[in-house]
């Protein structure tokens, strides 16, 4: 049976928008299943940081772009100062984080004006603050005005057991190989939904990762490359659905491999819903 999203809360009464959020927040797995907590909005957490398991790691080992994006998302700018949505997000991975086991965000708010808030951030080891893993930055939008009144969310992580062989974030997010090629997210549910009810920046940015991914094992010959970097640009809300990510490798000679990809609505006539740029570095 298909899930309902329970709808838009920019298009709910104010008296119920805190509870609308809460219920929003509590259904969405993208935080909870990758055990990201988030300060002020999430109750009794004061760190913004996350586990590093082997579903954020590539075959080699190192960090994925992805996990980045879901961990310190871009810009930042929280539920309680409105309704926010990102716009642009990039990530410079400089350090492939092998033996690390937690992250920690460390944010830096540029500007937050009445409709548009730019920041970046350092991505640094939990254990060794002066180990910086990778760098980003950001900006968004505000879709509208919250009333007063919000109160943080218990909102418990998922018991997720580090594994080699646990499943991929792909897998666990219900990320299908198209038969038309590329990946599927067959449409928008709670667990991938924003409050606005369109389709969150998580399953986004897994699912372009893994489209530029196997792409670049196309070329490569095989799975033994790094991502340096990944940029990624919100064009239109997902709203209906199925949204297939592809990916087309740009330069297929040199120790770099560098891949455009994007997500496009099929329930909107293939409306393009993001775009990605990745560049990748060989391993061997």
Request: aromatic share 6%.
């Amino acid at each position: 049976m298909t899930k309902t999203v329970p709808g838009d809360i920019r298009h709910i009464p104010p008296e119920k928008h805190w509870a609308h959020f809460a219920r929003s927040w509590k259904a969405l797995k993208t935080y909870t299943y990758l055990g990201k907590e988030t300060p002020y909005i999430d109750a009794g957490v004061v760190e913004e940081t996350m586990p590093l398991r082997h579903d954020m790691r590539n075959a080699g080992g190192g960090i994925m772009v992805a996990p980045l994006c879901i961990l310190a998302p871009e810009p930042y700018w929280r539920d309680d100062a409105c309704v926010p949505a990102p716009v642009s997000m990039s990530y410079q991975i400089v350090d492939p984080a092998h033996d690390v086991t937690r992250l920690l965000v460390q944010r830096d708010v540029i500007h937050v004006g009445r409709q548009m808030g730019f920041s970046r951030s350092r991505i640094v080891d939990y254990h060794n603050h002066d180990r910086i893993i990778a760098v980003a930055c950001g900006s968004g939008v505000s879709l509208g005005d919250v009333p007063p009144g919000f109160e943080p969310v218990d909102n418990p992580l998922d018991a997720v057991v580090d594994a080699p062989d646990m499943p991929s974030l792909r897998d666990a997010f219900g990320i299908t190989a198209d038969p038309g090629g590329g990946l599927a997210i067959a449409g928008v549910t709670p667990e991938i939904a924003t409050p606005h009810a369109t389709l969150h920046l998580g399953p986004i940015a897994i699912a372009l990762e893994g489209a530029a991914m196997d792409a670049a094992a196309c070329v490569a010959g095989g799975d033994a490359f790094q991502a340096e970097s990944g940029t990624v640009l919100m064009v239109k809300p997902g709203t209906v659905g199925p949204f297939v990510a592809t990916a087309a490798v740009v330069n297929p000679q040199g120790t770099r491999i560098a891949v455009e990809a994007q997500l496009a609505d099929q329930g909107m006539a293939g409306r393009i819903v993001a775009t990605a740029s990745f560049v990748f570095h060989r391993l061997r």
